[in-house]
């Protein structure tokens, strides 16, 4: 059944956005723009996290220069989901591309039955902190040394609904 589209869009400059089910050929680019946004995750956990539930890890494809971000969520209860990472390539930031991976899996994860979503940030990410808020979410706890270096991570959950859903700029 897998790959599926979700979303097919134009992008300013007429490329096309595609948002679509991550297969494994895509591990590399992933693994590239994981790493660029200084994300934790290994090859061995988002191939894991696939096996496990292959329908919540989407990648962002545009035009003829291939994948250019991604979102993984899973079911952290049966009625919350979890964004699990998150991340756009630095040459494709600020064009909504991580807003159109986030919608698609919100879509997801109220598929499933989920009636909210959650998840970790780093204390001092505040483009991600303020892309969350912009989207719905409001913090909710704090959880120090969460990540392997030693940063702090905030908490944030916001209930999921059709109407929450924020439009692309580009
Ligand atoms: C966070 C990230 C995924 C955002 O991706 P993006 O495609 O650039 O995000 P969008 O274009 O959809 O931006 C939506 C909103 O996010 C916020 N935002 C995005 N980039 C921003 C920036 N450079 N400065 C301030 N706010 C920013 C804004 O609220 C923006 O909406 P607005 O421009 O209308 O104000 C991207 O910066 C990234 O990959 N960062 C590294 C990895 C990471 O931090 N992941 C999150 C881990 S919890």
New binding site residues.
Partial sequence: MLPRVFVVKALHGGELLRIRNFEPKDLDRVMK?SR????EGTSAIYLEVYEMCPEGFLVAEVGSYGVV?FVVVLLSTPAEGR?F??????D???????????NAAFDILMSWGAKSVR????VN????R?????LGFSDFGYVPAYYSDGEAAILMRKPLSDKAKSS??A
């Avoid at 494709?92 to 991976?101: C, H, N, Q, S, V």
């Avoid at 998840?119 to 780093?122: A, Q």
């Avoid at 303020?130 to 912009?134: C, D, E, G, P, V």
């Fill in positions: 723009i660029e946004g200084n994300l971000g964004i990472a998150i991340a756009v390539d630095r494709f930031r600020e064009r909504g591309i991580a807003t159109e991976l986030l998840l970790e940030v780093r990410n505040y483009v991600a303020r892309l969350y808020r912009k692309m700029r």
